[in-house]
């Protein structure tokens, strides 16, 4: 074929080199820029064209299955084998192959969340109403992702990405159970049976993530309003609530990077942890019981030598009213508790 183009760098398996990275170009489309890239191993190089305003909603752009895009679905993008040469990128909300091709002429290259969305300028304003939209944060490639799968999360800060949504179960058994970040999901908490630190930091290294910092929390729900003792307008917060909801129910609770429910509904586990010390050594002792709880509770493990196990937890819960907030903590948690009202979001550092 006369136009046909042969991509010398991509033929080897693996390969993916982009001028740049994926990026939105407005609140629907995306900005990609050129490069190579190898679809269905050794010999099968492509190149791939610069998009300025490429919209993954055009019926040409997608497999079918955005002809509802609808909020809270996570988008991926593929390039796929075309015989001049050039990748065709098809968009598709199937996390394994577009439809309408395989697995050896198709390849996962990128993807996007379809969330609510804060900008800067609305920072910490309670009368705005959040856009519906490509987030800008959630957009991903093969050279710029968390180590983890990227679905249903937003970078907060360079080299640092974090679940959107409070954490719930895949539905498979435990010590197996992978959290989900999801849209419209019931949070995970101790009404599961799910002790704090016990079992929490497990769960989310089963998605290949960590239990976040203070410092970390701080800088991710930065921008969400505080919530409000007398209605839920801001944040699952009221102080009548008796008890959770699921993920996004409040479409004012969302960061101005992106996070949802960093304000009230549970609270968030962090990673900070200390023990209310002494200096006389007879103030501390050897504590069975408190192992003794959680997924794993009828088993031995051993026993914490400590005198009081406090941790800190964030952003407060669906009863704390105007207590609920971006910079809302509290320091005197047991670790071993096996509590409704607290849950957790993952992080995972970049690639």
Same mark, same amino acid.
Request: net charge negative; aromatic share 12%.
């Given at each position: 074929m006369a136009d046909s183009i042969l991509a010398v760098p991509g033929q080897a398996a693996g390969e993916f080199k982009l001028m740049g990275k994926i990026r939105t170009a407005d609140e629907v489309r995306l900005a990609v820029p050129e490069g190579i890239l190898n679809i269905g191993g050794n010999g099968k190089g492509f190149i791939l064209q610069p998009r300025i305003d490429w919209d993954p909603t055009a019926p040409a752009n997608q497999?079918?299955?955005?002809?509802?895009? @609808?909020?809270?679905d996570d988008v991926y993008l593929y390039a796929v084998q075309q $015989?001049?040469?050039? @990748?065709?990128?098809?968009?598709?909300k199937n996390i394994t192959?577009?439809?309408?091709?395989?697995?050896?002429?198709?390849?996962?290259?990128?993807?996007?969340?379809?969330?609510?969305?804060?900008?800067?300028?609305?920072?910490?304003?309670a009368a705005y109403d959040p856009s519906v939209i490509v987030m800008p944060t959630s957009v991903w490639d093969l050279k710029h992702r968390p180590k983890c799968d990227p679905s249903g999360m937003v970078e907060f800060m360079p080299g640092w990405?974090?679940?959107?949504?409070? @954490?719930?179960?895949?539905?498979a058994p435990w010590p197996e159970t992978v959290p989900l970040s999801r849209y419209n999901a019931t949070p995970l908490t101790g009404t599961e049976g799910y002790s704090r630190y016990l079992d929490y930091p497990t769960l989310l290294a089963n998605a290949g993530k960590r239990?976040?910092?203070?410092?970390?929390?701080?800088?991710? $729900?930065?921008? $969400?309003?505080?919530?409000?003792?007398?209605?839920?307008?801001? @944040?699952?917060?009221?102080t009548t609530n008796s008890g959770r909801t699921a993920t996004g129910t409040v479409a004012k609770a969302v960061s101005c990077a992106g996070v949802v429910d960093a304000a009230g509904n549970v609270w968030e586990m962090l990673q900070d942890h200390y023990d209310v010390g002494?200096?006389?050594? $007879?103030?501390?002792?050897?504590?069975?019981?408190?192992?003794?709880?959680?997924?794993?509770?009828g088993h031995n493990r051993g026993e914490i030598y400590h005198r009081h196990w406090r941790m800190w937890l964030a952003g407060g819960q669906w009863g704390n009213g105007v207590r609920c907030g971006s910079r809302c903590a509290h320091a005197i948690h047991s670790p071993w508790y096996v509590n409704c009202n607290t849950g957790l979001r993952g992080v995972c550092d970049s690639l």
């Open positions: 497999d079918g299955s955005l002809d509802n895009l @609808a909020l809270g $015989a001049n040469g050039r @990748a065709h990128l098809v968009a598709s192959v577009p439809d309408g091709y395989g697995p050896d002429e198709s390849r996962r290259i990128g993807g996007f969340h379809y969330g609510r969305w804060r900008p800067l300028s609305e920072r910490y304003n990405w974090v679940d959107i949504y409070l @954490a719930s179960e895949d539905g239990v976040p910092t203070l410092d970390q929390f701080y800088v991710y $729900a930065d921008g $969400a309003p505080q919530g409000n003792d007398g209605n839920n307008d801001t @944040a699952w917060s009221a002494s200096t006389s050594s $007879a103030d501390y002792n050897y504590g069975r019981t408190i192992v003794e709880n959680g997924k794993d509770a």
